[in-house]
């Protein structure tokens, strides 16, 4: 493989798991909003998925951002009475975000963020390795 195409291809990979990230933020930010009047809904966690798509100028499979679906699981309810979103039985609807899912998927996206940073590093060293070569 040639070093355009693997830089071409960590690249896509830090697109996607940046884009990974910022849907996670936004989980993370959200994950204890309330609505906004009583019997609303509150805010609905968001998962993003990701596809293989043809480059045909690199000739190689990259990864892009598909579309953003929402969670569709129960949001958590709270009893609290006097909350100004309670319901007529006292209760608030909370975000279906779960903070240890939300953190270990941060964790994972770091993860993959750094591995394709180490792709572009490693291809980096290797082209200025072979200039060197050409130098001498």
Do not use: C, W
């Amino acid at each position: 493989m040639d070093f355009v195409k693997s830089m071409s291809i960590a690249a896509s990979g830090l697109r996607a798991q940046a884009g990974r990230m910022r849907i996670i933020s936004e989980n993370i930010a959200n994950a204890d909003s309330t609505p906004r009047a009583p019997g609303a809904e509150p805010y609905r966690r968001k998962i993003l998925t990701f596809r293989s798509e043809m480059d045909r100028a690199l000739g190689a499979q990259v990864v892009e951002m598909g579309p953003t679906r929402t969670d569709t699981s129960d949001f958590r309810i709270k009893y609290e009475p006097g909350h100004p979103s309670a319901d007529v039985n006292g209760n608030v609807k909370y975000p279906n975000v779960n903070m240890l899912v939300e953190m270990t998927d941060m964790r994972e996206a770091q993860r993959s963020y750094e591995a394709n940073v180490n792709v572009i590093g490693a291809t980096r060293r290797m082209i200025q390795r072979t200039i060197d070569i050409l130098k001498a």
